[in-house]
C-alpha cells in the first residue's frame, strides 16, 4: 500500500466555532466549572468496540473528573474527513481524536510499527512493551513536533488475515491481487505483488462488492461481521500476521493538554487503561461468536499454507529492517521492541501449555 499521505491533513481546516480551543471552558453551575471538549473518530461511532471505544472512554473520563471535563464524541467526518483527524487535532482545529496509530505513517514513519508490528508481540507482550518497555515514549518523541499528546486506549486482538474472492494456494496467488491493507502489511503484501491501497472502512464493502478491490483486510471478526463482508466474500483467511496485535488512541492537541491540572491528566490517563481492560475481555467470547455468524453466511474459513506464511514473514522482516534504516525513531522502536519480544517473550513462551482437547 503507498503511504498514507497527510500533507493535507495538516492544512489549517475551518471548524465550527464552537471547536475554538479559547472556548474549552464553560460555567457548569455555581462554584464548580467544566471543560466541554469535541472529539472526532477516524472510525463510525456503529462499528462495534472500537466504535464505541472513545465513547466509553468519554464517559470514564467524566466519571473520574466528577463532570469536570465533558467530551462530545464525533464519529467519522463530523469536521474533517478520518484520515485528516491527526492533522486537525495538530493545528488545533479539533481538540481531541480517536485513531489507528498506523494511519499517520505518512507523517510518522514509527507510527506504522506502533501500531502494529508484522509478526510481531500478542496484545500481552505488546501491552507491556508500551507502558513499562519504552514504548509510550517512543512514540511521544515523534508526536511532540506536532503539538500532539498520545495515550494508547485501545488494544486490538488479533485481527484476521482478510477477506478473499479467490483461494490462496501459494505465494503466485497474491500477484496483481488488489487488495485493501494498511501499514507494514501493505509494504509487504505489495513487494509480493500485490496491488493495495487503504480504503476507510465505511467503503470497503462497497469496492469490494464493485470489483475495485479483490480482497480486504480491515480488523477482528467481530468489527469484519460489522461491515457486512461475509455477504460479497468467498474466502476469510487467518492468522492476520499483519497485525497480531494493534493500538488506537486518544490524541489531544498540546495546548488543550496543557490545560488540563495534572489530577485531570491522570484521570484521562487512567480511563484509556480501564478502557483497555474492559475492551481486552470485551473482544475475546465475540470473535468465535462472529467466525460462527461468518460460517452459516456461507464463506470458507482458512488458514494461510504455511509456505506463503513463510514468505509472509521473510519480506516483512525486510520492509521493517528497511524502514528503520531510512528513520531514527523507527530504529530505535524495532530495535526496542525486538528486544523486549525475545526476552520478556521467553517468560510466556515457557508458560505455554498444551491445549485441552
Request: proline share 6%; aromatic share 10%; hydrophobic share 40%.
Amino acid at each position: 500500500m503507498p503511504q498514507l499521505e497527510l500533507k493535507s491533513a495538516f492544512k489549517k481546516t475551518v471548524v465550527a466555532g464552537a471547536l475554538s480551543l479559547a472556548a474549552l471552558s464553560l460555567p457548569l453551575q455555581a462554584g464548580a466549572q467544566t471543560k466541554r471538549l469535541d472529539l472526532q473518530s477516524v472510525f463510525s461511532l456503529q462499528v462495534p468496540s472500537i466504535g464505541a471505544s472513545p465513547v466509553k472512554w468519554a464517559e470514564r473520563v467524566a466519571l473520574m473528573t466528577n463532570n469536570e471535563i465533558q467530551i462530545k464524541v464525533h464519529g467519522a467526518g463530523e469536521f474533517v474527513p478520518p484520515f485528516e483527524v491527526f492533522g486537525a487535532v495538530s493545528n488545533g482545529s479539533i481538540p481531541m481524536g480517536f485513531d489507528w496509530i498506523g494511519y499517520w505513517s505518512g507523517t510518522i514513519p514509527v507510527a506504522n510499527l506502533i501500531g502494529s508490528m508484522p509478526f510481531g508481540p500478542d496484545p500481552t507482550l505488546f501491552l507491556g512493551w508500551m507502558f513499562k518497555g519504552g514504548g509510550l515514549e517512543i512514540i511521544q518523541k515523534a508526536y511532540d513536533p506536532h503539538n500532539v499528546k498520545i495515550i494508547p486506549c485501545h488494544l486490538v486482538a488479533p485481527e484476521a488475515g482478510g477477506w478473499f474472492n479467490k483461494e490462496i494456494k501459494s505465494v503466485d496467488d497474491l500477484k496483481g491481487l488488489k487488495m485493501r491493507i494498511a501499514g507494514l502489511g501493505a509494504k509487504t503484501m505489495e513487494r509480493l505483488g500485490a496491488t493495495v491501497q487503504l480504503v476507510p472502512a465505511g467503503e470497503i464493502f462497497v469496492s469490494l462488492e464493485r470489483g475495485r478491490i479483490d480482497a480486504a483486510e480491515f480488523a477482528t471478526p467481530q468489527l469484519d461481521l460489522g461491515l457486512g463482508l461475509q455477504k460479497i466474500a468467498k474466502y476469510y483467511y487467518f492468522p492476520g500476521w499483519h497485525q497480531p496485535s494493534s493500538w488506537d488512541s486518544i490524541i489531544i492537541n498540546k495546548k488543550v493538554w496543557d490545560s488540563f491540572t495534572e489530577k485531570q491528566q491522570k484521570a484521562m490517563t487512567e480511563a484509556c487503561y480501564a478502557n483497555i481492560t474492559y475492551n481486552n475481555y470485551d473482544q475475546m467470547g465475540a470473535q468465535i461468536d462472529a467466525i460462527e455468524t461468518i460460517e452459516k453466511a456461507g464463506v470458507k474459513i482458512e488458514r494461510f499454507p504455511e509456505p506463503v506464511l513463510k514468505a509472509l514473514q521473510e519480506t516483512a522482516q525486510q520492509v521493517m529492517q528497511q524502514e528503520a534504516e531510512k528513520d531514527p525513531l523507527f530504529k530505535e522502536a524495532y530495535e526496542s521492541l525486538t528486544a523486549y519480544i525475545k526476552r520478556v517473550g521467553r517468560w510466556t513462551d515457557l508458560q505455554s501449555l498444551p491445549r485441552l482437547n
